[in-house]
Nanobody, 125 residues
Framework: QVQLAESGGGLVQAGGSLRLSCAVS????????MAWFRQAPGKEREFVGF????????YYADSVKGQFTISRDTAKNTVYLQMNSLKQEDTAVYYC??????????????????WGQGTQVIVSS
């Protein structure tokens, strides 16, 4: 089993920045990819981006490319989501997810076995 715990959410003004953290515990050696998703009220869960746990390569949704950055610290077993130039439409609950699977399709939430509890981000005008 892998346990995930997000932190760092909160209220921020439009144009501001926020960094989310996701602490990974348990069978961390089994993780292949970590991802961030978000879900705004009344909307489906949306893919934000993922990072390869071992190699550190990243991939982002077009909607956040150039605005958000995912990184990881394997020594601390933590994944980060740096969010800059935040807009009101970035308001959502942000979730980190983990999978031990290989083979792609990492934009699909059904590929992930493990999820954190989510952290709320509210961007005010």
């Amino acid at each position: 089993q892998v346990q995930l715990a997000e932190s760092g959410g909160g209220l921020v003004q439009a144009g501001g920045s926020l960094r989310l953290s996701c602490a990974v515990s348990g069978r961390t050696w089994s993780v292949s990819v970590m991802a961030w998703f978000r879900q705004a009220p009344g909307k489906e869960r949306e893919f934000v981006g993922f990072i390869s746990w071992s190699g550190g390569s990243t991939y982002y949704a077009d909607s956040v490319k150039g605005q958000f950055t995912i990184s990881r610290d394997t020594a601390k077993n933590t994944v980060y989501l740096q969010m800059n130039s935040l807009k009101q439409e970035d308001t959502a609950v942000y979730y980190c997810a983990a999978t031990g699977r290989y083979g792609g399709g990492y934009y699909d939430p059904t590929r992930y076995e493990y999820w954190g509890q989510g952290t709320q981000v509210i961007v005010s005008s």
